[in-house]
């Protein structure tokens, strides 16, 4: 049997450099609770992200979670159903209604024609997704913001160091969440981000992040555990010495995939978009089981069989999440429920060789024989 290929895998720094990076935390016994590394790392990614404020959280829900509730919404927010878990439960976990936008058929991201005609006199916020790496359409999005005075956060998991027109993907809409976890194109074991454009916001934030604490004597928020450890931040700065070669490596898989798989009919391959710099988060195809002759399905089940583990990101759809059941509006969103159904996630990682996207090529165009 051939070696067994996970839709992803982590990307690590040496053992030495880990080493190097932690040894001093032995003398110093400062381990979290925003720390000398902490701090570190918030100044170079605020540099490498290109935003003007950063806060990092211990995981990217949090971070989501906590950069809702700093924002004081209410009522209902616009949002898609094309996501991870986490985007419209850290919605729900606010206490607010999420109303699902349909998506574009081609970036997966929020189709920004249809957001007007879900606003209503309750709607107080849109948070998108920028799937995959792919952005959303910022510019018409903070149109339709300002014409309604509505916030934007974008949920950024997918989008690190993703560019638009040159500048920092984070530095649009009020605030954008990023996901550091261990099968990100950054990671810091687990761990998030917010960046975000207002300091008052910010300070909001950062004590929600931490019990709500506002000094020793006065707790003003109703706050959680949020804080990056000194550990997590160590790996964050390891891995980002290492990012632009990480970036590079996967753009080569890209390159291979693309190569192998273009003008196969019946397969959708990513769409690199205008004026933006990638970061290759992730190689999705949709399968149209048609005009390809198999279905996502059976093409996930026939790589399985070669030991070949691609992912079915994003399925089911949010909105079909049984624990929301009955409760909000039905979503009328078919073109989300069609790539959701059709699309499959393609292992992607730096250390992936040629060969074995050779070899999960030559797997998914023997099942439609
Ligand atoms: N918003 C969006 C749009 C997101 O995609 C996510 C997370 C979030 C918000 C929330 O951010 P975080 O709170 O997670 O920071 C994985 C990740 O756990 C999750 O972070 C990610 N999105 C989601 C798309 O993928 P699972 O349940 O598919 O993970 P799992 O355990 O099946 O791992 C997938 C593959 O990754 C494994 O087959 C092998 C590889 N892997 C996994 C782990 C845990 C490694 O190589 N190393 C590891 O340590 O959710």
Redesign the pocket.
Known sequence: MNSKI?????SMPSKEEYWKEIEGLWDSHWLTNMGEKHDLLTAQLEHFLDVQNLALFN????A?ELAIQAMDLHGEVITTPF??A??TQAIVRNGLTPVFCDIDPVNYTIDASKIEFLITEKTSAIIP?H?YGNICAVDKISEIAEKYHLKVIY?A??AFGVTYRGRGIGSYGDAS?F??????VFHTI???AVSYRDKEYGGRLTRLRNFGIQDEGTVSELGANGKMNEFQAAMGLCNLRHIKEEIQKRKKSVEGYREMLVDVPGLQLPVLQADVETNYAYFPIVIDPQIFGASRDEVCEALKKQNI?A?K?FYPLTSSFSCYQGKYKDANVPIAKYISENVLTLPL?AELSMAQVKRICECILKTKD
């Open positions: 996970l839709v992803t895998q982590s995981n990217g829900h949090m989501l996501t991870f986490s985007t997704v799937v949920d998991a997918h969440m996901s550091f976890h261990a099968t990100k687990e761990g998030g583990f992912r990101y990682y």
